[in-house]
Nanobody, 121 residues
């Protein structure tokens, strides 16, 4: 069993910053990719940023230059530093990870419960 728990969401004004955290726990052997997705009201869930175990990153065009994804592999934790926030960033942000369980070669996909980010004008 694996759990992903997000934290750090909240209400901020446009131009301000937030940092999200997501910690994975359970019978984990290794973690491959970790990342963040978001879903705004009336819109589909979209990729925000991902980071591979080797350090490669991928960002949505809408956040490139403003958001930074990082990982602390010793803590099985991924972070998302969000700067210069705008109302268009308002969404529920979900942590995602591909994780190999102890004693298995299979990579499974896991999701956190989500954390709300609201940016006012």
């Amino acid at each position: 069993q694996v759990q992903l728990v997000e934290s750090g969401g909240g209400l901020v004004q446009a131009g301000e910053s937030l940092r999200l955290s997501c910690a994975a726990s359970g019978t984990i052997s290794s973690i491959n990719d970790m990342g963040w997705y978001r879903q705004a009201p009336g819109k589909q869930r979209e990729l925000v940023a991902t980071k591979g175990s080797g350090g490669s990153t991928n960002y949505a065009d809408s956040v490139k230059g403003r958001f930074t994804i990082s990982r602390d592999n010793a803590k099985n934790t991924v972070y998302l530093q969000m700067n210069t926030l705008t109302p268009d960033d308002t969404a529920v942000y979900y942590c995602n990870a591909r994780i190999r369980l102890l004693g298995s070669v299979r990579l499974n996909n896991y999701w956190g419960q989500g954390t709300q980010v609201t940016v006012s004008s």
